[in-house]
C-alpha cells in the first residue's frame, strides 16, 4: 500500500506537464454555448436546461466547459477562448480514453441555478459541484456553496463559472458579477482540485504538475500585468497611476496570482483585487 501510495503521489506531481508559450494579458471569458471535442464536453448558461437545480456535465479525461456569456473588462481588447468540436446535450458522457483509463470520472454539476430579472433583461446564475467518481468531494464543494449560494439567490448579482479537467488537474474558475451584464464589475475565484483525493491543491502543487518553476510564472504575469497597464491607462501619466502599476510588480503581488487551466488547457492565472485608477479590479491571462 505505501508503494501505491508513493506511485499516486509521484503521479500527481509529475504526471501532468503543460508547455507555456508566454503570457498574453486577458480580461475576456470563453463566448461558449455547449460545445465538445473528442473528450471535451462544455455548458453554458445561455443556453435552457431542463434541471433548474442539478443539470449535469459529464467528463471523464480532458474536459472544458463554460457557464457564462463573454464580455471585456477594462476595455481590453483580447481575442476570446474558444472550444470547438461537435455540439452535445448537457448531461452527455464521454468514453475514458486508452491514455486516461483507471482515472476517476469527474462530473461538473450545476449545484443550483436560476434565472431572475434586472431591470428590463433576464439573467442566469448558477455555481458548480465538483463530483469525482470514489473520491470525497464534500469539503471543496462545501465551500464553494456557502460562499456562492448566498449571492445566487439575490438578483443584485450574477455567478458563472467556467472549467477544465486534464488528467490529475481539475481548474475551476468562479465568477460574481457585481452588475449583471457587466464584466468589468466581475470578481474571479479559482478552485484547483485534485482527481486523486478531492482536497484543493496548493499553487506550488498546480505549478509543479503544470512542469513551471513559481519563477518562470511570476514573470510571465508581470509580462501580462504589463500589457495590460499599457492597454488600458496608456495617457494616465500621473504619479498616483505609476505608484499603483509598480506596487502590482512587487514580489508580494506576483507571489498572489493563482494559476490555473483555462477551458483553451493552457496555463493561466487570476490575480484579485489589483489597485488600479477604475478601483480594484480581479485581473487574468494566460500563459
Known amino acids: 500500500m505505501k508503494k501505491l501510495s508513493a506511485t499516486v503521489s509521484i503521479a500527481l506531481i509529475l504526471a501532468m506537464a503543460a508547455g507555456a508559450m508566454g503570457c498574453a494579458q486577458k480580461i475576456v471569458f470563453t463566448p ?4 465538445t471535442s473528442a473528450t471535451t464536453t462544455a455548458e453554458s448558461s445561455e443556453e435552457t436546461t431542463t434541471k433548474e437545480s442539478e443539470s449535469e456535465t459529464t467528463t471523464s479525461e480532458t474536459s472544458s466547459g463554460a457557464s457564462e456569456s463573454s464580455g471585456s473588462s477594462e476595455g481590453t481588447k483580447a481575442p476570446a477562448e474558444t472550444t470547438s468540436g461537435t455540439t452535445k446535450s448537457s448531461g452527455e458522457t464521454n468514453q475514458t480514453t486508452a491514455e ?7 462530473s461538473i454539476y450545476n449545484a ?3 434565472s431572475f430579472k434586472s431591470g428590463k433583461k433576464t439573467y442566469k446564475t448558477q455555481y458548480p459541484k465538483i463530483m469525482i467518481a470514489n473520491v470525497n468531494t464534500t469539503k471543496v464543494n462545501k465551500e464553494i456553496a456557502d460562499k456562492f449560494k448566498p449571492i445566487a439567490k439575490k438578483n443584485n448579482s450574477r455567478v458563472g463559472y467556467t472549467y477544465y479537467v486534464r488528467k490529475y488537474l481539475i481548474s475551476v474558475v468562479v465568477f460574481v458579477e457585481k452588475t449583471p451584464g457587466n464584466s468589468k ?10 482527481r486523486i483525493n478531492g482536497k484543493k491543491l496548493t499553487r ?5 504538475s503544470l512542469g513551471m518553476k513559481e519563477t518562470t510564472f511570476n514573470t510571465k504575469v508581470k509580462a501580462s500585468l504589463q500589457n495590460y497597464w499599457k492597454d488600458n491607462f496608456k495617457k494616465d501619466t500621473s504619479a498616483e ?4 502599476e509598480k506596487k502590482s510588480y512587487t514580489t508580494k503581488s506576483l507571489n498572489s496570482a493563482t494559476p490555473y487551466m483555462n477551458t483553451n488547457g493552457k496555463i493561466s492565472y487570476v490575480l484579485r ?6 478601483g480594484k479590479v480581479d485581473i ?4
Request: net charge positive.
Open 32 to 35: 461558449t454555448t455547449t460545445t
Open 100 to 106: 486516461n483509463s483507471g482515472l476517476a470520472t469527474v
Open 112 to 114: 443550483y441555478k436560476r
Open 185 to 194: 464589475t466581475r470578481d474571479y475565484y479559482v478552485y484547483n482540485v485534485s
Open 204 to 208: 506550488a502543487q498546480v505549478l509543479k
Open 241 to 244: 497611476k505609476k505608484e499603483m
Open 273 to 278: 483585487q489589483v489597485e488600479t485608477p477604475n
Open 284 to 287: 487574468y491571462g494566460t500563459c
